[in-house]
């Protein structure tokens, strides 16, 4: 029996990425938000915040942000191999696609309804990324607080556009601020509390001494 579910869930797998492999458009960022609705959204394998900390962490490390996120759903759900067919379901398809293709790639690329194609999914795609910033954007606010998640937009936004920093180590900034923002967060909240029964235990003793 755990055969047969070690089998399916490679299935899973392996059609999952198959799928965000060979309709995603546009690079890695594009296919994000159709990895992200098969792990979180139709197979719940893990968590939309899990899926985001996972997504801010892959960013920061080489390679394709596609593979890296096949190859870590992959592992997380069936080890080594789960990982293999992840990464070989979400390359290969669209890989032999390419090869096949490839003495037709110069006309296709100027053809009329390829660019007809090309510009109708573009609008998909953006409405898509959209959504995806709108969710973690909401849930940034919601954990650092309104005013901390509005300031935070701005820097990140004058990093990348402004200045120009590679997006790495714009993550490797903010994970570092992250880190110290809860730390400081949990600290207050201490302080406060601490307070808090100091203050109560002051108005018990007023209290039995009146008595």
């Known amino acids: 029996m755990a055969g047969i579910r070690l089998h399916n869930r490679l299935l899973q797998l392996a059609w999952a990425m198959m799928k965000t492999g060979v309709i995603g458009y546009g690079g890695g960022p594009s296919v994000i938000p159709l990895i992200r609705y098969e792990a979180v959204t139709q197979y719940k394998w893990m968590e939309d915040e899990e899926f985001g900390e996972i997504l801010a962490l892959a960013n920061a490390l080489p390679g394709p942000i596609a593979t890296k996120m096949a190859a870590y759903i992959g592992y997380r759900e069936r080890g080594t191999l789960g990982a293999v067919v992840s990464v070989l379901a979400h390359i290969v398809p669209s890989g032999l696609a ?31 990324l959209g959504m995806m910033a709108y969710e973690f954007g909401e849930r940034a606010v919601k954990g650092l607080g309104l005013y901390a998640g509005i300031a935070l937009f701005a820097v990140a936004f004058g990093l990348l556009q402004g200045v120009a920093v590679h997006p790495a180590v714009v993550v490797l900034l903010f994970l570092g601020y992250g880190a110290f923002h809860l730390r400081a967060v949990a600290a207050l909240n201490r302080r406060k509390q601490r307070k808090r029964q100091q203050d109560a235990e002051q108005k018990g003793g007023v209290t039995r001494g009146m008595d």
């Open 98 to 128: 390419m090869i096949l293709l490839l003495s037709f790639v110069q006309y296709l690329s100027g053809a009329a309804f390829i660019q007809g194609m090309i510009g109708a999914v573009a609008p998909v795609i953006a409405v898509m």
